[in-house]
Every structure is written in C-alpha cells, then in structure tokens.
C-alpha cells in the first residue's frame, strides 16, 4: 500500500492521484485557491476512493450553504459505496463517518471522529485542520487548543506541516488569550511555512486583542505574498488591515481597502458577507457615512437569508438587513428563525438559534428600529452565550460593541461601562480607540443625558 507525504497508508493505487493528493491537503492547510484543483484530480484519478468523496463532503459543509448539503449528501453516498466495494484503511473510514455524523445534524460528533484519527495517527494533518476548522465554527476555543497540543510531539523537523500545526496552535493560543505563546507560535508557523496565511493571520488577531493596531499594521505589510495565494481567505486578511487602520482613524485606507480588496469580488460566501457587513457597522457605528455600500450586501443577504446552516452566518445577514433599512425581508426572516428556534431535534447548530441567535437577532432588528432599550435587552441577554455562534473574538466584536451602543442609547450607562471593562480585561487590560470614545462619553452622559443620544452614529 502507498504512503502520503506524512507517512499514512493511503489506499489509492494512481501515483497521479497520490500526488494530487498530497498537493490538495498542503494546499487546504495554506487556505490556496488551488484545493478544489487538486481535489477534483485526485477525484478524476482515484473515483473508488471514499476517503477524497468524505473529505469533499466535509469541505461542502464548511461553506455554510443550504445547497450544498445535498451535494455534501451526494459525496456521503459516494463514499459509503467505494468503501463497500474497495479496501479503505481505518483511517480513511474515520473521515467517512465524519462527514456522516455531521450530515446526521452532529458536528461535535464529527469532530469526536477527527480527534479518533488522530488519535491513531496524529501525522494526519488533513484531519487536524478540519477537526480545528469545525472546532472554529462551534466557536470550541479550549478543545481547539488541547486538541492541538495533544499532536505537537509528533510533528517533527521533517513534517512538511509542522509550520501549519504552529500556525493553527498560535490561533488556538489567542483564542485562549495566551497572547505572547500565539505570537511566538505565529511567527514561528510563518517561518516555516512563508505560505501560512492563518498563522500570519493569527499574529494579526493578537494585535488587535492587545491593542496594538500600528503594530498589527507592520507586521501585515510586506507581507502580502503570505496570503496572495489564498482563496477567499485573501478577503479576511485584508479585513484585518481595515480594522487596524479604523482603530488609527485612517478612514481613507479603511475604504479603499474595503473597496479594491474586501468587497471588490461581489461574492457570496458568508465568510465575506461578515467582512463586509462588520466592517460597515463598525464605520456607521463610529459615525462615518458608508454610501450605498450596504445595497450590494443586503441583496445578497436576502437571498440568502433562508439557508439557516449556520447562526454565525445568519447574524451577518442580518447586519446587512439592517444596515440597508430591508424592512420587509427582515421580518421574513426573523419569522424564519422563530420558526427554526422551535424545533426539536433539528441538530446541534439548529439547537442554537434560539439562544444567542433568536436573541441577538431580535436585537439587531430593534437597533435598526431605533428601540435601543429593547435591542440592549436581547442583544445582553444572547451576549454570555455568543461563543456559540462561533469564528473569532474579532469577528463577534462587531456583536459586542453594538451591545455596547445600545446600552448606552438605551440609559443603561451602568451595564455599558461594566461590558467595557470586560472587554479590556480581554484586551490585556488595554484600551483601542473604541472603548476609550466610549467610556468619555459614559462619563459626560452621567452629567447631561441629552449626549448618551449622541453617539458617533447619530
């Protein structure tokens, strides 16, 4: 039996198709736009392997798209019938039935199946970053992390992705708030693999929960070539730049980023509807005239406002609702999740809407009524659980500082300034430009309420 590049047996007999093979899970680890190239070869090479059918059921199901869970559906069956007919490892039957648990409604189950790989066999770096990417959309920091640190031992010197391994450590690592460790491991990731844009990427989030936007600055550029190469996730980096530079009160290089980089490929992947709808709150919420910037985001929101795959997704297109005044598609929508929220055994992602999405939702539709009262009271109520939601602390940012606003538009100064000081706790006790507006304006309202209505945005 042939082996790939970190050792596994590997039941494919095409040398073809175990080069492509190789090639594809290199280029997943560096998020390259390449993958779904080197997936369809090894597909065209080796049609009977299950292994290549479950690993683009998994990749399917990532996208967080309704459509797509029938051809994820479609590439299960696939699987099951080469692994009936042909000779798969163990190993390979694991992805197999991880992708099953996941279509049955049960992505902890999926992971449970990832870490069982790897637990065999931790070389498999295939399975350590999809474990870490569904670990990331469960919002799972801590079983992130010790997954992680459970596999360092094994991957050594001569491991082509040890430099990956560092860089999805270091995201774990800043996830946890272990700042310095996640740098270190960030920088380290990057030299080793110089294509690691979610290391590079990881280094950019410590910035940002220190507080240190000009530093985070620095380290980004130059470095361009790190996440040139990258699918979608090119628009995330850039993302990062932009928030940095708003922190710097640098409005010209936040916009043309947002318009020659973030936003210039009108896609429709929820991944760059959150870029780009968080981006313009943040700017709305400190005051800065978007333009027609939410139109573009909004039509796409409403059209995809039905998917219901994923909560993290759900509360962005709503941020474009609201942010484009779509009162009508709105209400269609919060009737969708009211429903969704009442089901019962509909799967673990489903069994979230109703806290913190049903929440956070009510409220993001009150804040765009102007009812900050109301939009404080569910946004606070969804606000502990919001690390179900999953993605990063910089993405579900967004989320907090409209608690934030609204709490102070609302008269709730007191329970505005304490959700600012848990923040800065999280920021390595530092302030951004952010909190310190805010906390200013929390102590002269305490003086003349008529300026808690004068917030950036009004």
């Known amino acids: 039996m042939r082996h790939d590049q970190f050792g596994c047996e590997i039941s494919v007999s095409s040398a073809t198709a175990l080069a492509a093979w190789d090639k594809l899970v290199l280029a997943f680890l560096a998020h390259a736009a390449t993958t779904p190239e080197h997936l369809g070869t090894v597909l065209s090479e080796a049609p009977e392997f299950a292994m290549a059918h479950a690993t683009k059921g998994l990749f399917l199901l990532m996208l967080g798209r309704r459509e797509m869970n029938e ?52 070389e498999d770096a295939l399975a350590m970053k999809i474990s870490h990417a569904i670990r990331f959309i469960l919002g799972d920091r801590h079983g992130m992390r010790a997954s992680l640190e459970a596999l360092l031992p094994a991957y050594d010197a001569q491991n082509p992705a040890r430099g990956y391994l560092f860089g999805c450590h270091a995201f774990s690592l800043e996830e946890t708030g272990d700042y310095a460790r996640a740098e270190t491991a960030g920088r380290m990731g990057l030299s080793l693999s110089p294509d690691d844009a979610w290391g590079l990427h990881a280094v950019a989030h410590v910035f940002d929960m220190t507080c240190n936007a000009r530093a985070g600055l620095d380290w980004l550029e130059g470095r361009e070539g790190a996440w040139a190469h990258c699918n979608n996730f090119r628009y995330h980096v850039w993302w990062h730049k932009a928030l940095m530079h708003l922190d710097q009160g640098e409005l010209e290089s936040v916009f043309a980023l947002y318009d020659h980089e973030i936003r210039q490929d009108k896609t429709d ?44 997704a759900d509360l962005h297109y709503m941020l474009a609702l609201v942010g484009d005044n779509r009162e009508t598609a709105i209400k269609q929508m919060m009737a969708r999740m009211h429903r969704d929220a009442k089901k019962t055994n509909a799967g673990e992602l489903m069994a979230r809407m109703a806290n913190p999405g049903l929440s956070a939702a009510t409220g993001l ?47 709730f100064l007191d329970e505005a300034e304490t959700m600012l000081e848990e923040r800065t706790t999280q920021r390595a006790g530092r302030l951004d430009s952010y909190a ?22 009004e």
């Open 365 to 411: 539709e009150a804040f765009g009524e102007g009812d900050y009262k109301t939009a404080f009271l569910n946004l606070g109520r969804a606000r502990r659980s919001m690390q179900l939601v999953g993605g990063s602390h910089a993405q579900r940012d967004v989320f907090e500082r409209l608690t934030i606003d609204c709490a102070i538009r609302g008269g």
């Open 436 to 457: 310190s507006t805010r906390l200013d304006l929390i102590n002269v309202s305490r003086g003349d309420w008529d300026e808690a209505d004068r917030l950036p945005a």
């Open 71 to 122: 051809t994820a559906q479609e590439a299960y069956q696939a699987a099951l019938a080469c692994a009936r007919e042909g000779n798969p490892t163990a190993r390979e039957m694991g992805y197999v039935r991880s992708l099953g648990a996941w279509l049955d409604g049960h992505p902890s189950e999926s992971v449970r199946e990832m870490e069982a790989v790897l637990a065999r066999w931790p």
């Open 269 to 312: 992947d929820f991944r760059d509807i959150s870029n780009g709808t968080s981006l313009l709150m943040r700017l709305e919420l400190e005051g800065h005239d978007v333009g027609d910037r939410w139109e573009e985001l909004a039509d796409i929101s409403e059209r995809r406002s039905e998917d219901a795959c994923l909560i993290f």
